[in-house]
């Protein structure tokens, strides 16, 4: 072997040496360790509080995946716009024309489509019943959960119980009905930033009545928004994949 054979060895050598550690390296390098964190009921509630007020008024732009079992499957584009007391819906197709309009209110509802002019209003107890038929809107705990951008409502007459497990916390959210307790909503909260990631929905009469999940946190204007929700009840499946959200100033009037 001559010397210059020997010397372009022992520099391929190095080379490959090199880039051995280079790769080892990249593999071991640390990752941040989430901090778990503890909080009183009192503590959880009242930064729940403070959230939804930073929450107030939502803009986003969602696509909404809907498989309504014999209803069939339906994906749409939808703008979303909402306040603490009004959520308006605008669905569209690819070319942009209008599907429907929905306004919900505390009390009410309406629906708008192309084909009647005539916009449908009634009160929010026949929500459900023909919003289900009309839309892929069916869940009005769905669209209430989005509204205050993943975070409960714990406000009077509900009855908040806290149970503080090694990774999550869970809340349970009971009102009283003829004289009992009743659970209405129970609540998985993980506990590095006290997000809601799971909600289950329970009637009166103790069965369930749905599931959502909540998940992929994002930080928009220093506030935390899930752009990924889900929603089950029986053999229906509705996904909601926001694209834009925004947290604009409140304006007087009703919301367009």
């Known amino acids: ?33 989430e901090v778990k964190q503890d909080a009183s009921l009192e503590e959880l509630l009242s930064l729940y509080s403070q959230r939804l007020k930073m929450n107030s008024t939502i803009k986003a732009l969602v696509k909404v995946d809907a498989d309504l079992g014999p209803r069939g499957r ?39 489509m192309p084909s009647d002019p005539q916009a449908f209003e009634a009160d929010l107890d ?34 908040p119980v806290i149970e503080k497990g090694e990774d999550l916390f869970v809340l349970y959210l009971f009102t009283l009905f003829e004289g009992r307790a009743i659970l209405e909503e129970k609540m998985f909260i993980e506990r590095t930033a006290f997000r809601v990631t799971r909600v289950e929905l329970f009637e009166h009469t103790g069965l369930g009545n749905g599931v959502i999940e909540l998940n992929d946190y994002r930080v928009v204007d220093g506030r935390e928004f899930p752009f990924s929700v889900k929603g089950t009840s029986g053999s229906e499946v509705m996904r909601l994949t926001f694209k834009e959200v925004s947290f604009p100033s409140p304006a007087p009037g009703k919301i367009r």
Request: hydrophobic letters at 40%; charged letters at 20%.
């Open 126 to 159: 026949f929500y459900e019943e023909v919003a289900g038929r009309q839309i892929p809107f069916g869940s009005l705990d769905l669209l209430r959960w989005v509204q205050r951008g993943g975070l409960p409502d714990t406000t009077f007459p509900k009855i």
């Open 74 to 112: 339906h994906t749409i584009q939808s703008t979303w716009r909402s306040s603490q007391e009004h959520i308006h819906l605008r669905g569209f197709n690819l070319f942009g024309g209008t599907l429907f309009e929905l306004d919900v209110t505390t009390a009410s509802f309406s629906l708008k």
């Open 1 to 33: 072997m001559t010397k210059k054979s020997y010397c372009l060895r022992l520099a391929l050598l190095g080379m490959v040496c090199l880039f051995v550690l280079s790769a080892c390296t990249k593999q071991i390098k640390s990752t941040p360790v």
